[in-house]
Every structure is written in C-alpha cells, then in structure tokens.
T-cell receptor, first 112, second 113 residues
C-alpha cells in the first residue's frame, strides 16, 4: 500500500536560518507531489507541485523553493527564513493531477 | 481558473443533529469533487468524493450531493457525533493533464454534547 512520510513533525527556527523539509512516498511510482502551507485557522495554500523528477511549478512568489531529486522525494527549502514563513506545511501526492490527494501528517514550523 | 467558495466558515450543531456544508465552483469543466476532514494538528484526510456523472453519493452517515447546472455541491453529515468535530474542506478539479485540485476555505464544525 502507498504511504507518505513527512518530517520533522515540529520545527522551531530563528529568523534568517535555512530550512529543509522532506517528504517521501512509498508504494507508487511517478506520483504527482505537492507542498501546501496552512496558516493558523486558515485554508490550504498551494506552494509548489511536481509532475516528475526535476519538474517544479511554483504557485506563488515567495521565500521558499522546492526540489524533486528523486521520483518519490520532494523537498521544501529556504535559504533565509522570515517570520511570515511560520505555518503548517503539508506534503501530498496523487496518481494523476485530477484525482484525490493523500496528505502527509504535516510539519508545524515556527520562526522566531 | 477554478474558484471554490465554501460556507459557512464555522458551524456548531447539537450532537445527533445534521450538519450541512455547501460549496460552489466556477469552472463548468470541473468534474471531480472531493471532501477532506482535518483534525487538529493533522493532515487532511479524504472522506468522500463525487464525480460529475453522479448526483449523490452516500457512505454511512456522510453524503454528498452535486448540482452541475447550478455548480454547487454539499456535504451532509447525519446523526453527528463528537468525533465529527474537525475542519472540513471541499475541493474541485478537472480530470485532465493540466489540472490541480482547488480547495475551499474550510468549515470548522463543532459538535455540542
């Protein structure tokens, strides 16, 4: 069966420090992968999605970047975190771009 | 592009009563409509979905209805229980090679004991 792993679960980072969040999917090949951010009490904002290795689409201009070095690995990064980067970050995958997503358990990032 | 609006943003119902969450969408080509439930501190989980060739779908206490003409769809939860308390998101997408799921803004459902 397919599973999605996302880590760490929580993270507290100082302003200006780098960020690396990792997401991996097991049990499927060539998944579509997504990074979402959810501010406290708010909806889901799509940050990046990827349909294949090295293929990244950015939805909003921001302080973050994404990479897909392997088929089932999706990484969210920042060189210098801002206070506004705080939030709940969710990775998700789907078998096709129009089908239902399976979300990871999320990473709660607090920038201090 | 697609725009999904969801109402209400918060909903409080007595345990045992029914809850209804409504969404509208703008893209008439959308044909897939999933609903997600997000419990506190967790990722959203798919609870039910419906495709445009179906008007209604049920799964135990949960049902979804779709009106393609009016471009709206709804989630119905009957005999609500405390464990139904969560944030619910509707979404819409096309089954095409260039589509993404567009989410509504979410409804925080609270079940009063």
């Amino acid at each position: 069966s397919q599973t999605i792993h996302q880590w760490p679960a929580t993270l507290v980072q100082p302003v200006g420090s780098p960020l690396s969040l990792e997401c991996t999917v097991e049990g499927t090949s060539n998944p579509n992968l997504y990074w979402y951010r959810q501010a406290a009490g708010r909806g889901l904002q799509l940050l990046f999605y990827s349909v294949g290795i090295g293929q990244i689409s950015s939805e909003v201009p921001q302080n973050l970047s994404a990479s897909r070095p392997q088929d089932r690995q999706f990484i969210l990064s920042s060189k210098k975190l801002l206070l506004s980067d705080s939030g709940f970050y969710l990775c998700a995958w789907s078998v096709s771009r129009g089908s239902g997503y399976t979300f990871g358990s999320g990473t709660r990032l607090t920038v201090v | 592009g697609e725009n999904v609006e969801q109402h209400p943003s918060t909903l409080s119902v007595q345990e045992g009563d029914s809850a209804v969450i409504k969404c509208t969408y703008s893209d008439s080509a959308s044909n897939y409509f999933p609903w997600y439930k997000q419990e506190l501190g967790k990722g959203p989980q798919l609870i039910i979905d419906i495709r445009s060739n179906v008007g209604e779908k049920k799964d135990q206490r949960i049902a979804v209805t779709l009106n393609k003409t009016a471009k709206h769809f709804s989630l119905h939860i009957t005999e609500t229980q405390p464990e139904d308390s969560a944030v619910y998101f509707c979404a819409a997408s096309r089954d095409s090679s260039a589509s993404k799921i567009i989410f509504g803004s979410g409804t925080r459902l609270s079940i009063r004991p």
